[in-house]
């Protein structure tokens, strides 16, 4: 079971970045995918989640309508389009699966700044 993500980097308030993960070792179609954030001294926090088929998306309540979770079960992708950011989403922001026989997996990570 592997998580990679990518689309980090440094952008400007107000600005965008898409986060991709790319799933593979497992039968991606049929779990729910989350995306996470760390910021350094604070605890691990979930910010989308998304069911197997796309449907029921679920949003930490501080980027409702800021940002999106998507999924492509044709490419084992998950998404995560991130607009209007403000300072306070800066964090690494991580791709996560709760697997039966793994448990919790995890990327490595991708950080986003957001800075003037």
């Known amino acids: 079971v592997q998580l990679v993500e990518s689309g980090g980097g440094l952008v400007q308030p107000g600005g965008s970045l898409r986060l991709s993960c790319a799933a593979s070792?497992?039968?991606?179609?049929?779990?729910?995918m989350n995306w996470y954030r760390q910021v350094p001294g604070k605890e691990r926090e979930m910010v989308a989640s998304?069911?197997?088929?796309?449907?029921?998306?679920a949003y930490l309540d501080s980027v409702k309508g800021r940002f999106t979770i998507s999924r492509d079960n044709t490419k084992n992708m998950v998404y995560l389009q991130m607009n209007s950011l403000k300072l306070e989403d800066t964090a690494v922001y991580y791709c996560?699966?709760?697997?039966?026989?793994?448990?919790?997996?995890w990327g490595q990570g991708t950080q986003v700044t957001v800075s003037s």
């Open positions: 996560n699966v709760y697997h039966e026989w793994r448990g919790d997996v």
């Open positions: 070792g497992f039968a991606f179609s049929t779990y729910h």
């Open positions: 998304i069911d197997s088929v796309g449907e029921l998306p």
